[in-house]
Every structure is written in structure tokens, then in C-alpha cells.
């Protein structure tokens, strides 16, 4: 009988713990993955894959624990990432928006959204972050392409859109959906950054506006995606306009639907909920914004039950000054911590379902289930190997609760997207991140005296001599 020959792979991920997330939810104890190009062909034990491949490389997770790469539904790329962690935790989203990001917004340029694109994917990378929402804020979608491509995560990528006179790329509908259109020409789904229809949201588009938005996008089939109730300021402003709460009013005018990703929707009531999950808009969940900001998630936050009801939903990191950092797993902790605490129950919800969030579900969000989200034969090779040789890995317990409430994004050790590493030994190794540091502490600088910021410390800053 003639032994069979083994195939080539180009990567063969050998000894991991693969929390594959496919519909059964297996984990593969001491498992093992090939990929051929950037597709996985193949997941398996390790002694059954090392015979049935001849892969060009060969990597070791040394009983690591293996996921698909984290979905990221809701991520300012640009708009304050130079200037991350600089607005006080004391002031109000209002207050930062006026007094921070709309000044600073005047003045971003396109090396500023590059570098800052650049920095973010970085991050989001190091985090074990393969796939990025651009959450609407940028003026150059081709530069912030650019500074993401450098890295090689995947992101969408769009464009300012409001009705309000004198903010970015405003005008009317028919001149908003223009520029719009341009963009979803430049970035035609199927590559590594996609354009997407993208809106401010809250109470700055007019009808026209977001009618012909959603229109848009369903006939592009791409996603679209816009801010809307993070505080009760939505809730009241919809209600004194129109009569009617803001889901009910995006409903009428035929907004939702599931081509829509619907930054926060926080501040949602009974019949909004239902509006939510009748017509399959998602929405993407950004906890840690809301606390930093002091949004009211722990009043009206109803996202795990949206989620447990079938909805779509993503976990989000939102901006550099709101959550303030890149790292799927503290806002996954966070979700499930807050869905236990506010019911005073902790049976109910918990790691497994935010996991799912941040993977598989998350990829059902936006849009992209069919590419990304899980560990499984077909699918885009976007693979993450978190390195269990730190003290709060011992001893192995249940992979998917350490994950969320033993670790966090510094526990990722390999990264890849596409089959190619963005990340090894903990370094992402795309840019070279020393260069990266010294041009972003520069960009910071002159990015704050073009804007004619300071920034606004609390306590003394007193140089040492």
C-alpha cells in the first residue's frame, strides 16, 4: 500500500488549545491548524496534521491557548489617537467633542491620520485585534488605508457625513452621498480595508441624509455605521424633533436593517430593543467608553440581553480618550462583569458569551461571519496564539474563563492575519515600532500646537533637574 504523500502548507500551528469557535464550540486539546495562502485547510490534532502536511513553517503555541483573531466594531483610528489618554476623566463626551476633538479635527492633516492609523492598527494588533471598524472620523480614507496596510490588519475605512454646516464633509444629501460613493469606490469589498457608508449620527444628519445612506449601502452591499445613543441627549433630542425615540425614527424612514452597525445604543427602551432585533441591526458595545465617560451603561445598558435574544452584537474599543485602549478582552471582562452585577446574578451571562462577542459573533455584527470569527476549514487564517507562560496561566484552568477574567490582550504572544504573522514573540514585526514611537511622540507635540491644545493635567507637572 503506497503512504501518502504530504501536502504543502505554508504555516502549520502545532500543541495548542484552539477554542475553534464553530457551532459546536469545540476546543482541540494539544490541537493543531494548517493554512495554505491565506485560508486555513485543515484543524486537527497535532500528531495527525505534522503527517498529513509538509509546511514551509512550523509553530510551536506550546500548549498556549489558540483563538480566531478579535473583532474590534467601533474604533476611532485617527481622529485623537496622537494624543490618547489626554482629555481629563472629568469631563463630559460633550465637553471633549467641543472643547478637544473638533479643534484638533480642524487641524488633523494626512500624515496625522497615517500616523495615527498606523499606531492604532499597531495596538490593535499587539492586542490580538485582526479586524477594525473605523467608527467615521476621518478626513483621508486613502492615508489611514495606507498606515493600516503597513500593519496588515483588515479594516473598513469611510468618511465624515453630516448635515451640520462647517463640520468635515458636510453639505447636503446629495453632496455627503457623493463623497460617500467615492470611497466605496476605492475600497471595493473583498480586500484588506473596505469602505463602508459612514455617518456621524446622533441628531447631525437630516432625513435625506440617513435615507439615503442606508440606500447606499444596501445597494453597494457594504455595511454603514453611525453613533446613536450613548447618553439620553439622543433619546431627548429625537423626541423634542420628531415626537418619537431615535431607533422608532430610524425605523420609519427606513434607516435600520442589517446592512446598519449602530455605534452604543446605550439609551434604548423596550420597543427599541425589539426594533433592534426585529429588523437585525447590530450594534456595537464599547463598555469601557461608557465608564470612563460616565455614560449610565449599569442604568440602561441592555446589550446582554439583546445578545442572549439573538441580537447582533461587537464589543468596541471606541477612541484614544474614551476606553483608551486597543484591548478586546478588558471590554469582554468588562461586558460580562457588568451583565452579572446589574442583575445581581451571576448565572445568567458570562465569558462564554463574550468571547463570542469579541469572535464569531462579532463577525455576524459586521457583517463578515462567512470570512472571519472562528477557527475552521475555508476561513481567512486570522489566528491568535496567547502565550500561557506568564504566572497568572498557572495552573491551566478553563481556557475560555482565563482568557476573559485571567488575562487580558498582553497575554498575546503570535498574531496572524491572512496566514502572514503581524505578531511574533509579542513584537509586532510589520513596522518597525521603535521609528513608530519617536514619530508619534513628535506627530503629538505638533499636533497639539497646530491645534492650539494643552493638555489640561489635573496635578502639577514638574520637571525634574
Given at each position: 500500500?503506497?503512504?501518502?504523500?504530504?501536502?504543502?502548507?505554508?504555516?502549520?500551528?502545532?500543541?495548542?488549545?484552539?477554542?475553534?469557535?464553530?457551532?459546536?464550540?469545540?476546543?482541540?486539546?494539544?490541537?493543531?491548524?494548517?493554512?495554505?495562502?491565506?485560508?486555513?485547510?485543515?484543524?486537527?490534532?497535532?500528531?495527525?496534521?505534522?503527517?498529513?502536511?509538509?509546511?514551509?513553517?512550523?509553530?510551536?503555541?506550546?500548549?498556549?491557548?489558540?483563538?480566531?483573531?478579535?473583532?474590534?466594531?467601533?474604533?476611532?483610528?485617527?481622529?485623537?489617537?496622537?494624543?490618547?489618554?489626554?482629555?481629563?476623566?472629568?469631563?463630559?463626551?460633550?465637553?471633549?467633542?467641543?472643547?478637544?476633538?473638533?479643534?484638533?479635527?480642524?487641524?488633523?492633516?494626512?500624515?496625522?491620520?497615517?500616523?495615527?492609523?498606523?499606531?492604532?492598527?499597531?495596538?490593535?494588533?499587539?492586542?490580538?485585534?485582526?479586524?477594525?471598524?473605523?467608527?467615521?472620523?476621518?478626513?483621508?480614507?486613502?492615508?489611514?488605508?495606507?498606515?493600516?496596510?503597513?500593519?496588515?490588519?483588515?479594516?473598513?475605512?469611510?468618511?465624515?457625513?453630516?448635515?451640520?454646516?462647517?463640520?468635515?464633509?458636510?453639505?447636503?444629501?446629495?453632496?455627503?452621498?457623493?463623497h460617500q460613493c467615492a470611497v466605496l469606490d476605492a475600497f471595493p469589498p473583498g480586500g484588506m480595508v473596505t469602505g463602508w457608508v459612514?455617518?456621524?449620527?446622533?441628531?447631525?444628519?437630516?432625513?435625506?441624509?440617513?435615507?439615503?445612506?442606508?440606500?447606499?449601502?444596501?445597494?453597494?452591499?457594504?455595511?454603514?455605521?453611525?453613533?446613536?445613543?450613548?447618553?439620553?441627549?439622543?433619546?431627548?433630542?429625537?423626541?423634542?424633533?420628531?415626537?418619537?425615540?431615535?431607533?422608532?425614527?430610524?425605523?420609519?424612514?427606513?434607516?435600520?436593517?442589517?446592512?446598519?452597525?449602530?455605534?452604543?445604543?446605550?439609551?434604548?427602551?423596550?420597543?427599541?430593543?425589539?426594533?433592534?432585533?426585529?429588523?437585525?441591526?447590530?450594534?456595537?458595545?464599547?463598555?469601557?467608553?461608557?465608564?470612563?465617560?460616565?455614560?449610565?451603561?449599569?442604568?440602561?445598558?441592555?446589550?446582554?440581553?439583546?445578545?442572549?435574544?439573538?441580537?447582533?452584537?461587537?464589543?468596541?474599543?471606541?477612541?484614544?480618550?474614551?476606553?483608551?485602549?486597543?484591548?478586546?478582552?478588558?471590554?469582554?471582562?468588562?461586558?460580562?462583569?457588568l451583565a452579572k452585577d446589574t442583575r445581581i446574578d451571576p448565572s445568567w451571562f458570562g465569558a462564554h458569551e463574550v468571547l463570542e462577542?469579541?469572535?464569531?459573533?462579532?463577525?455576524?455584527?459586521?457583517?463578515?461571519?462567512?470570512?472571519?470569527?472562528?477557527?475552521?476549514?475555508?476561513?481567512?487564517?486570522?489566528?491568535?496564539?496567547?502565550?500561557?507562560?506568564?504566572?497568572?496561566?498557572?495552573?491551566?484552568?478553563?481556557?475560555?474563563?482565563?482568557?476573559?477574567?485571567?488575562?487580558?490582550?498582553?497575554?498575546?504572544?503570535?498574531?496572524?492575519?491572512?496566514?502572514?504573522?503581524?505578531?511574533?514573540?509579542?513584537?509586532?514585526?510589520?513596522?518597525?515600532?521603535?521609528?513608530?514611537?519617536?514619530?508619534?511622540?513628535?506627530?503629538?507635540?505638533?499636533?497639539?500646537?497646530?491645534?492650539?491644545?494643552?493638555?489640561?493635567y489635573r496635578w502639577p507637572m514638574i520637571p525634574s533637574t
Amino acid at each position: 500500500m503506497t503512504e501518502a504523500v504530504p501536502s504543502p502548507a505554508d504555516l502549520l500551528i502545532v500543541n495548542g488549545d484552539i477554542v475553534t469557535m464553530n457551532p459546536e464550540r469545540e476546543v482541540l486539546v494539544g490541537g493543531a491548524i494548517a493554512v495554505s495562502g491565506d485560508r486555513i485547510v485543515a484543524v486537527g490534532s497535532t500528531s495527525r496534521l505534522r503527517g498529513a502536511y509538509r509546511p514551509a513553517v512550523v509553530v510551536d503555541a506550546a500548549g498556549g491557548v489558540v483563538t480566531p483573531g478579535f473583532i474590534n466594531g467601533h474604533q476611532h483610528l485617527t481622529i485623537d489617537t496622537l494624543v490618547g489618554s489626554c482629555v481629563p476623566d472629568a469631563w463630559t463626551s460633550a465637553q471633549a467633542i467641543r472643547d478637544w476633538a473638533i479643534p484638533m479635527g480642524r487641524m488633523h492633516t494626512g500624515d496625522d491620520e497615517e500616523l495615527g492609523a498606523t499606531l492604532t492598527a499597531v495596538s490593535s494588533a499587539l492586542n490580538g485585534v485582526t479586524m477594525v471598524v473605523e467608527a467615521g472620523s476621518v478626513s483621508n480614507p486613502e492615508r489611514l488605508a495606507r498606515g493600516v496596510a503597513k500593519v496588515g490588519i483588515r479594516a473598513t475605512t469611510g468618511l465624515w457625513g453630516s448635515s451640520i454646516k462647517g463640520r468635515p464633509f458636510s453639505g447636503s444629501a446629495d453632496e455627503v452621498l457623493a463623497h460617500q460613493c467615492a470611497v466605496l469606490d476605492a475600497f471595493p469589498p473583498g480586500g484588506m480595508v473596505t469602505g463602508w457608508v459612514t455617518l456621524i449620527g446622533h441628531g447631525t444628519a437630516d432625513d435625506d441624509l440617513m435615507a439615503g445612506a442606508a440606500a447606499l449601502a444596501r445597494s453597494r452591499k457594504v455595511g454603514m455605521t453611525m453613533h446613536m445613543s450613548p447618553t439620553n441627549a439622543d433619546p431627548e433630542l429625537y423626541l423634542e424633533r420628531h415626537g418619537r425615540r431615535p431607533i422608532q425614527h430610524l425605523k420609519d424612514i427606513g434607516v435600520l436593517g442589517r446592512h446598519l452597525l449602530i455605534a452604543h445604543g446605550v439609551w434604548l427602551d423596550d420597543s427599541e430593543v425589539d426594533l433592534v432585533l426585529d429588523t437585525g441591526t447590530a450594534i456595537a458595545y464599547c463598555p469601557w467608553a461608557y465608564f470612563r465617560l460616565g455614560q449610565g451603561v449599569s442604568r440602561a445598558g441592555r446589550h446582554a440581553e439583546i445578545f442572549l435574544r439573538g441580537g447582533r452584537i461587537s464589543l468596541g474599543c471606541d477612541s484614544a480618550n474614551a476606553g483608551d485602549q486597543t484591548d478586546i478582552l478588558r471590554q469582554a471582562t468588562l461586558a460580562a462583569g457588568l451583565a452579572k452585577d446589574t442583575r445581581i446574578d451571576p448565572s445568567w451571562f458570562g465569558a462564554h458569551e463574550v468571547l463570542e462577542m469579541a469572535t464569531i459573533r462579532g463577525a455576524e455584527a459586521v457583517g463578515m461571519a462567512h470570512e472571519i470569527g472562528s477557527i475552521e476549514v475555508g476561513k481567512a487564517a486570522d489566528i491568535v496564539i496567547h502565550d500561557n507562560s506568564a504566572m497568572n496561566w498557572s495552573p491551566k484552568g478553563d481556557p475560555v474563563t482565563q482568557l476573559i477574567w485571567g488575562t487580558d490582550g498582553r497575554s498575546v504572544r503570535d498574531v496572524f492575519v491572512a496566514g502572514k504573522a503581524v505578531v511574533q514573540a509579542g513584537k509586532c514585526v510589520t513596522v518597525d515600532v521603535d521609528l513608530l514611537q519617536r514619530a508619534v511622540s513628535e506627530g503629538s507635540l505638533d499636533l497639539l500646537r497646530r491645534s492650539n491644545l494643552t493638555v489640561p493635567y489635573r496635578w502639577p507637572m514638574i520637571p525634574s533637574t
